[in-house]
Each structure stands twice: as C-alpha cells, then as structure tokens.
C-alpha cells in the first residue's frame, strides 16, 4: 500500500473516530466540537557534512470540547480507541461543570459552516529514505560551504518532509478532512571577517511538494551569500533616515497588522487599531487581499479551525481597513460576524508599486536596509515599535556597508501610514507575501 493508500485509510478512521466522539458528546452536551492534527515524517539535520540527526516523526491528538449550558470543558487524547475516546468525552463533561459560565461560548454557527471542502492540491507526500533526506541536506551545507573561503564553520543544515491529515466536526453536523504536506530546505553557516568577528546568517526554501522546493545548491549557495555579505559591520550615528525592509522582515510589519485587526485583542481593547475599521491606516495605493484557495498555498485552507469556511477576502482596499478578523467567540462579545480566522490568516497579498529590489534601493536613494530584526520591542497597545537591527547602509541607491548594533524607532501608525513603495522582490514562503517595503523616515539609535 503506498503513501497515498495510506492516508485516505486513516482519514477515514480518523473521521469515524471523530464521529463516534461527537456522537458520545452530543448524548449528554449541549453542543460540541472536535478536531484531529496527524502528522507523519522525516526531519534529517547535519553539521559539516556529517548526519547528526533522524528523527522521525508520528503524533496527532484528538482534542474534545463541550459545553453544557454556558459552561464549556475540554480533554485530549492520543488513543484512538474507543474506550479512551468514551474516557475522554467524559473528563471533558466533567470539567464543564466546574468551570465559570461564559455567554460568548460554543462552536461557530452553522450557517457559515464549511459545506463543500474544495481540493486545493496541498497534499504532495514524500517519503525519502533517511540517506536520501540526508543527502540533500548535505548538499546544501556542502555548496555553502564551497562558496567562498570566508566561509569558516557551519551551524548545519536540514531536510524535513512532513504530511498530514486534519479532521474537524462538531454537532451542527460539520464532519470534514483534508491531508496536506510541507517540505523544506535550511541551512546555517558562519564566516570571519578581517577582525577575526564572526557573523551568521542562513537560508531556507519551503513547499507543498518538493518539486517547488530550491534546489540544496541554491539554499546553500544563498546562505553563504547572505553570510558574507554581513562580514566586517560597522555602525551608524543616531539619526532619522528612510527605511526599507527587506521583503523577509517586511512580512513582519504586517503582521503586526495581524495581531492590530484581531478580534481578540479588539473586545480586550489592547490594540492601536480599536474603532479604525473603515478608515485609512495606509497608503491609498496599498491593497491587502486575503486567498485561503490558492493552489499548494503554505495557508491555503478550506476551512478553519472551528469547521467556518474561508472565502477571499479584502484586508486592505485603497489604504482602507476593510475588516476586523473574527473567530466565533470573538464575533460573539463584539457583536458582530465570524470572519473565518481562528487560527490564523490565510495568503495575504499585499500591492505593489512596480519597483524590483534595485528600484527600490534607487528609490531609497541614502538610508538604512533592514535585513534582521532582534528583540520584541512592539507594543500592541500603543503602536509604539522599537526593534534591535541589522543590515546595510545605502547611499545614491548602492549598499556601501553592512550595519549591525544599531535600533530602529517610530510607532506603527506612521510606520504605516507612512510607506513610500512596496516592490516586486515578493517573499513567497511566508502566509503573507510582500515584497520590500520602503519607509519614508525612521528614528535610528545607534552611537
């Protein structure tokens, strides 16, 4: 039986383990939901060439949730049998009774329930023998290493190769699966500058089949590159100065947009963003569209973690906050509807304004290239951002140096409202694909 044969035999236990929980819930609660993660794989690691770790990889829980009344209780369990299942809707009817009433409880509603679950080719499954997986992390940290002789020593380098099924149901009648898989490519080296100063940095490449993975040489080859390039730092006055990051850090920015639109953070009131649905929070040119049904997109999904279908959605639309993102329970003390993001959001992608990464260093003209960010310095609450940085001093649109030990400032509404381009260079392993960003002035602590 191959992988494949495999899979859609244990969807289909998996699916009637969940029945059977709802079934055994549903004699005694008044609502309730339950959802299974399986995951099967292989992660392979390496230092300097050398195996250093197999793992292989086999879990998944069933996680249960009732409520009775406005009373809501929940247990887990990784045995499937139907002993531990009947054991487990018990403990979780038992700790309902002794938890606190909350009016805002239970499963989504049944009309926004996902009812046809499209194929969205997510699910590619490899199973490479562990010297199959070792060799292509090898070659990645072998490619490093052979890039430059700056190259000194090696963090190491991986192959993982993971597939899954999710299932979820509750007693609306909801009952729906899909398998996936996911793929990467990482490696780490480190190189020394003319001081003896070491820096690090790496690369990595992530897909739904290993087909649309880069090749090993090419992590490597971009790991080193990066590597390098941060050798022999220097730093930075204190000054205001335009802005760009990098399109890997700039994923970052929106999602502080994220955590600023969350329903959550919204009814706790803890968010810079409170009551600006409706208003400008960026540029006019600036959109923001949200794609759950992307083919083999890594946040591609039909539906979410409470059984709510996904639909194609405008985050952003000229500038504008189009929406607030809404689990049930959060829709629920707000007032409003469930918008299909519990657990999170789903192929954001943002506008761009033509520039590829050498226009947009022109564009930049003299400033700071942010390509690491250190530190948590974001305040929800506030806006108020400040991060430790690294990067590259540019002036007339050319990098001149690398700059570490410096921090950027300013608070996220301006950061925001303040965006000069976003450029073509998209980042493409990330749930939100964005290319750089260009600010027009940040606060640059440095000496």
């Not at 929940?74 to 979780?92: H, P």
């Not at 335009?242 to 959550?264: Q, W």
């Not at 290239?369 to 690294?390: C, F, K, P, W």
Request: aromatic share 6%; charged share 20%; net charge negative.
């Amino acid at each position: 039986m191959d992988v494949k044969q495999q899979v859609a035999q244990q969807r289909s236990e998996l699916e009637q383990a969940v029945a059977r929980a709802l079934e055994l819930a549903g004699q005694q609660a008044d609502a309730a939901e339950v959802a299974i993660n399986k995951s099967t794989g292989i992660s392979v690691s390496t230092h300097l060439c050398e195996v250093e770790n197999v793992e292989f990889n086999s879990d998944g829980a069933m996680g249960i949730t009732v409520y009775r009344g406005q009373r809501k209780g929940s247990a887990s369990t990784s045995d499937l049998s139907e002993a531990a299942i009947a054991q487990t809707v018990a403990a979780a009817l038992e700790i309902a009774r002794h938890t606190s009433e909350d009016p805002f409880g239970g499963p989504g509603p049944a009309e926004l329930m996902a009812k046809h679950i499209p194929d969205l080719d997510l699910f590619h499954p490899d199973e490479p023998e562990p010297d199959h997986a070792a060799s292509i992390a090898i070659a990645a940290e072998q490619a490093a290493l052979d890039a430059d002789s700056r190259i000194k020593q090696s963090d190491g380098a991986s192959y993982d190769s993971h597939y899954g099924i999710r299932v979820y149901g509750n007693t609306h009648g909801m009952l729906a699966s899909y398998p996936s898989s996911r793929h990467s490519i990482s490696c780490c080296v480190i190189a020394e500058g003319k001081n003896g100063d070491m820096e690090r940095d790496y690369s990595y490449t992530v897909a739904r089949r290993t087909s649309d993975l880069w090749t090993p040489e090419k992590v490597g080859r971009l790991a080193a590159e990066r590597t390098v390039s941060r050798i022999d730092p220097q730093k930075l006055s204190t000054r205001n100065a335009p802005v760009m990051f990098a399109s890997d850090i700039a994923t970052g920015l929106f999602g502080h947009l994220v955590m600023g639109i969350s329903g959550s953070n919204l009814y706790r009131k803890s968010t810079f963003l409170l009551d600006m649905l409706d208003e400008q929070i960026f540029p006019s040119w600036l959109n923001i569209s949200e794609r759950p049904h992307l083919l083999r997109g890594l946040a591609s999904t039909p539906f979410d973690s409470e059984g709510l279908a996904t639909h194609d959605r405008e985050i952003i639309q000229d500038g504008v906050l189009q929406t607030y993102l809404m689990t049930s329970y959060a829709a629920r003390k707000l007032g409003r509807q469930p918008t299909g993001h519990a657990g999170g959001i789903h192929n954001w992608q943002v506008s761009s304004t033509g520039e590829d990464f050498q226009a947009m260093l022109r564009k930049l003209d003299t400033g700071f290239l942010v390509t690491e960010l250190m530190g948590q310095g974001v305040n929800i609450v506030t806006g108020d951002y400040s991060r430790g940085a690294a990067g590259f001093w540019v002036e007339n649109g050319v990098i001149q140096y690398p700059v570490s030990e410096v921090t950027i400032a300013g608070n996220l509404k301006d950061m925001m409202a303040n965006i000069v381009a976003v450029g073509t260079d998209t980042e493409t392993r990330s749930q939100i694909q964005t290319g750089s960003i260009l600010l027009e002035s940040m606060k640059i602590a440095g000496e």
